[in-house]
C-alpha cells in the first residue's frame, strides 16, 4: 500500500480507481485521482504491462475514466471546492486533448453508449461539509459523434421538486437538510440499455434509480430500489461477537444503495441490470444521518430483549426519514442498515417498473467465512457496518457464457457468477489477491478483443494502488 496508508482509517483513496480498455491500441486508462491523472498502460502483452504515458489533468481531479466503441477516451473531472461545476474532457488514445465541456457539480462517473456517438456524466452533486452549498445532481449527455464540436446537454431533477412527497412515500430517501428533490439526488453510476434507447442511473444514497430517455434526454421515472428482509438469511452483523457467528435477524433490512450497476442482455433480447449493493450514509460535520443501533429507541415488541454488542447493538443505521418506524409512535419497529450485503439483477417490466429479478441473498458473507474464520481479519471488522461491500461490477461473454464480475471492496478479491439465465444465476470462482488492496472498478476485455485472444479482466484497487489483470487459463 502507499506510504501512510491506514486501510482502517480510509486515509489511502484513489491511487488506482476506474480502468477502461480500448481494443485498437491495446490500452488501458486507469484513473489515478490521487496524483490527478490518467495512467496510459500498454496492454498489448498482458502478462507485462507497461506504462505508455500518465495523462496529468490539471483542470481539477478525474473520478472517471471510459473508452467508447470509436477509440474516444473520456474523463470526467471534479473542480475545486466541488459544489461548482466540473468537466467532462475526452483525449485521443495518446493522450492528445480532443475537447472539453463542462458538466454539473462532481462529475463522478462517465460512460458511453454502445455506439459510441454519446457520452454521460454522472454528476453526483455532493454537498459541502458543513451541509450550506448543496447543488443539485444532475446528468450530462454530450453528442461526442463529432469531435470537433462536442455539444452537451445538462439533464436535472427539477422537474420533480414538486413531487417530493409522493417519491418519498415510494420509498426514494430525500432527506438533506433543506434539500429539494433536485439537490437531494445523488446520481453516482450510469448503465446503459442494450439498445442505446434508456440510460438508468444510480442514485445510491437515495435507495433509488433514475431512467433517461436518449432519444429526448429527460428524466422519465425515478424508482425506488426498496428494503432487503433479513429475516429469512443468515448473516453476522457484528464486529465484536468473536468470530464468525451467523444467525437470521428479525426486524432488520438493508437499503440496497447500489453503487457501480452494469448492463447485459440477455438470450430472451432482454436488457438485465446488474447492481453492486454497497450501501452508503451522509456523514458530515453540518448534518450526519448515521447511528448505532443501540442508540435507537427501539420497539419493545419487535427487539424484546434489545441489542448488544455482540449482536445488532453496533449495526450503523440512519436517522433519517424515521427509517424503521412503520406505526409512527416514535420509536422503531424495524432497523434499516445500509447496502445488502449481495449484488441483484434487475430489468423493467411491462409497465415500466424497475424490478428486482434475482438477489445473491447472503452468499457473499458466506463466501468470506472460511473454517470459521474472515478471509482477512478486515471482513470481520467491517460487519457492523456494510460487510463485504460489493463495490464493482462488469459483466462479459466467455466460453458462449455471461459471466458477472463483482469486486468486493472490504473483502478483497473478485466473485464470478454465471448470469447466463438471469433468473438463476450461480456461483463459478472467487480470485482473491492478497497483494491487492480495495477493488474498485474493472473493464472486461472479450477475447476476440484481448491481444492475447484470452478475455481479460482488469481491476483497479484503490487503497494498494495496483492494477491486476487477470485471464483464465484455457
Known sequence: APIGCDMG????????????????????????????????????????????????????EPNSVAVSSN??????????????NGLAMFFDTDGTLVGSIVAGALPDMITFTNDGTKALVANEGEPDDDYVVDPVGSVTVIDVSDTTSLTATQVGFTSFNSQ??????????????????????????????????????????????????????????????????????SLDLSDRDGGVNFQSWDNVKGMYQPDAMTSFVASDGITYYVSANEGDARDYDGYSEEERADDLSLDATSFPNGVSDADLGRLKTTTADDCGDTDGDGDIDFICSY??????????????????????????????????QWLNSYTGSRNDDKGSEPEGVITGEFAGKTLAFVALERSGGVMIYDVTNPAYPFFVQYVYMHDHVSPEAMAFVSGADSPNGAPMLIVANEVSGTVAVLQPLI
Open 9 to 60: 482509517e480510509d486515509e489511502c483513496e484513489g491511487y488506482a480507481e476506474v480502468p477502461a480498455y480500448d481494443v485498437v491500441s491495446q490500452r488501458a486508462f486507469v484513473v489515478n485521482a490521487e496524483d490527478s491523472s490518467v495512467d496510459i498502460i500498454d496492454m498489448s502483452t498482458p502478462s507485462m504491462p507497461t506504462l505508455h504515458y500518465r495523462l496529468v489533468i490539471s483542470n481539477g
Open 164 to 233: 417530493m412527497a409522493t417519491l418519498e412515500a415510494n420509498g426514494v430517501r430525500i432527506f438533506g437538510p433543506g434539500a429539494t428533490v433536485a439537490q437531494d439526488l445523488e446520481p453516482e453510476y450510469i448503465a446503459v440499455a442494450g439498445d442505446d434507447s434508456t440510460a438508468t442511473i444510480v442514485m445510491q444514497e437515495n435507495n433509488a434509480v433514475a431512467t433517461l430517455d436518449l432519444s429526448t434526454n429527460t428524466i422519465t421515472g425515478i424508482h425506488a430500489l426498496g428494503f432487503k428482509d433479513y429475516s429469512t438469511l
Open 339 to 372: 447496502g445488502a450485503r449481495s449484488f441483484s439483477i434487475w430489468k423493467y417490466d411491462s409497465n415500466g417498473d424497475f424490478v428486482q429479478v434475482w438477489d445473491s441473498g447472503d452468499e457473499v458473507e458466506h463466501l468470506m467465512a472460511v473454517n470459521d
Open 71 to 84: 477509440g474516444l477516451v473520456g474523463v470526467a473531472v471534479a473542480v475545486d471546492p466541488k459544489q461548482d
